[in-house]
């Protein structure tokens, strides 16, 4: 399979408020993060930070503006492979041990790394046998009602678990924006606890959401959220 070069592994794209998404294209769509960087005026925020086959912050130079907050929506290793390149790392408590020990097992590498979710392999010396997410162990635990402060802009913590035990939303109220993790987004949902998960939906159902930028695929509107959410509960309960 081709090897890509460093410099070629990500993209970007400018969207409104001040959010862009940085995503890794040569990896398939179903395994690949969405990262998302977001402005404040003292602080930044990263949502998910990718599989950490190539520096995030060498390649991307809207990372090292400013101080900048790295938030796990969860653990999976696609959420958290450049975590370790942040001075502040934020996650759910339940999911605290994941980011200080790190196995291929705990992060679920083992059962979805291989050169088959490549389109293209990152360079060397890569090797899927031997992926594994570094250690970044987290500088702050963030739980139900917390918010995250970056001085001009305000996110609620949701803890939303079903995917995972420690699984987490970010609210902004004001401009009705919503990053979403895995909870959901615009592609085939993997409710891991589906019981949990179904009350989750519940409970999400009404926020007068805008937008959300979910863990993976395109962005999308309310109106899609809550056919995504109607779908799914529509079909549990029958």
């Not at 992926?131 to 913590?157: Q, W």
């Not at 949701?158 to 919503?178: C, D, K, Q, Y």
Request: charged content about 25%; hydrophobic content about 35%.
């Amino acid at each position: 399979m081709e090897t890509v070069s460093a410099d070629a592994w990500y993209e970007t794209e400018r969207l409104d408020n001040d959010v862009t998404y940085i995503g890794e294209p040569y990896v398939k769509a179903f395994y690949r993060c969405n990262i998302w960087h977001v402005k404040g005026r003292d602080k930044d925020m990263l949502v998910d930070s990718g599989m950490g086959v190539v520096s995030l912050r060498e390649h991307i130079p809207a990372v090292t503006e400013k101080a900048c907050i790295a938030v796990a929506s969860h653990t999976h290793f696609d959420h958290i492979g450049s975590h370790h390149e942040f001075e502040e790392r934020l996650v759910h408590p339940s999911e605290a041990n994941i980011m200080s020990v790190p196995t291929r097992e705990n992060t679920c590498a083992d059962q979805y790394v291989t050169d088959d979710i490549f389109t293209a392999l990152p360079p060397a010396p890569y090797s899927s046998i031997e992926y594994n997410v570094r250690r970044a162990p987290a500088t702050r635990l963030i739980d139900e009602g917390d918010v995250i402060d970056l001085g001009d802009r305000i996110f609620e913590v949701l803890h939303t678990p079903g995917h995972s035990v420690g699984e987490i939303m970010l609210w902004e109220a004001f401009t009705g924006i919503l990053f979403s993790g895995d909870m959901i987004y615009d592609g085939d949902l993997i409710d891991n606890d589906v019981q949990v998960y179904f009350e989750q939906m519940k409970r999400i159902y009404d926020m007068p959401v805008r937008v959300v930028h979910g863990g993976h695929f395109p962005s999308f509107g309310g109106e899609r959220y809550r056919e995504i959410i109607r779908a799914y509960l529509d079909e549990k309960e029958a």
